[in-house]
């Protein structure tokens, strides 16, 4: 058993080779207690942090100092124009608006977040089942693919008011609208990391006399946790916004009620607070399942370390 544990662990090595980024090579001479020991992905080129560096000392995310910095020339703008703020508020009136709606945007704050979430969880479990179903026949990974990208083809903004008929107007055809939005990319993604398991590590393990549970445990698994968390990611960028389109189209509670209202009265400084929430429940999320990869996958873990010091020395 020891044999098949020290070269299981090569399961998460092929991961940065198929983008034809450096190779990650297990540490087999150091290996210790059966186990090999996996280094951490060193990719400098691609993680090296971009800042703006103030007098020498002070360094600010390029991010960050961007957004600033449009902040900031929107905020003149607006008042250099003068520009009606039914028309484009500026976003020191946004943030007053945001403060004096906080009570009455938490509510309709935790309706979507719950929204959100349910439908995120179904998707994840869906697409995960859905995988494994493809990745264990070939026949159901040939008939099942064409379908899920021609549900893609069909807008979800004429399947949504089909469910809030359906369904009504509670949080279940907003809880549906989220998981079919999000199960694509997570679904593909895993079947997509699974399709590049190496056969040869497959035909090895066979050869080493391993399970179908070793199998997929110890390869697969690795093998496909980066895509894995690929897929996360991206869906959480479009859950909030589809539990916002959900809500818009027919609620009772939710952001995108509670948008749907201001636009009709002309308040669109409302409206920009809610934006605003939105995009921020967007950033949390998808930071939330940056840190889970973080964890989960220490193997895949790039290196956060910048040339900064060395230029300053020079």
């Not at 299981?8 to 290996?31: F, M, Y």
């Not at 703006?52 to 995310?61: D, E, N, S």
């Not at 897929?231 to 509670?253: C, D, F, P, Q, R």
Request: hydrophobic share 50%; with cysteine; aromatic share 10%.
């Amino acid at each position: 058993m020891k044999k098949i544990d020290n070269f299981l662990v090569w399961g998460a090595v092929k991961t940065a080779e198929r983008d034809e980024t450096p190779t990650l090579k297990p540490d087999l001479d150091n290996a210790s207690g059966g186990k090999c020991k996996m280094p951490r992905n060193s990719l400098s080129s691609q993680n090296v942090d971009s800042f703006f560096v103030l007098k020498g000392k002070i360094r600010i995310p390029a991010s960050i100092a961007v957004s600033l910095f449009l902040l900031i020339a929107w905020e003149v703008i607006v008042g250099f124009f003068q520009i009606p703020h039914w028309l484009l508020p500026s976003p020191s009136r946004i943030l007053g608006t945001l403060y004096q709606q906080r009570i009455i945007l938490l509510g309709h704050t935790l309706t979507t977040l719950a929204e959100t979430l349910s439908g995120f969880s179904l998707a994840i479990i869906f697409s995960i089942m859905l995988a494994l179903l493809m990745d264990a026949s070939t026949f159901l990974r040939k008939s099942l693919y064409p379908l899920i990208i021609i549900s893609q083809t069909i807008p979800i903004i004429t399947i949504a008011p089909l469910l809030v008929i359906w369904l009504g107007f509670g949080m279940a055809p907003k809880i549906l609208i989220v998981m079919l939005i999000c199960f694509f990319p997570i679904s593909m993604n895993l079947i997509h990391g699974f399709s590049m398991v190496d056969k040869d590590y497959l035909d090895l393990m066979k050869t080493m006399g391993a399970t179908r549970r070793q199998t997929f445990f110890h390869l697969k698994v690795p093998f496909v946790m980066p895509s894995f968390f690929s897929g996360l990611k991206i869906a959480a960028t479009y859950s909030i916004m589809g539990a916002v389109i959900a809500e818009w189209l027919g609620a009772k509670a939710g952001l995108g009620e509670y948008m749907r209202r201001t636009l009709h009265t002309f308040s669109i400084e409302r409206t920009f607070a809610a934006i605003v929430i939105v995009v921020a429940l967007s950033l949390i999320m998808v930071k939330i399942i940056h840190l889970a990869e973080f964890i989960a996958i220490p193997w895949f873990r790039p290196s956060r370390k910048t040339n900064f010091k060395k230029e300053n020395k020079k």
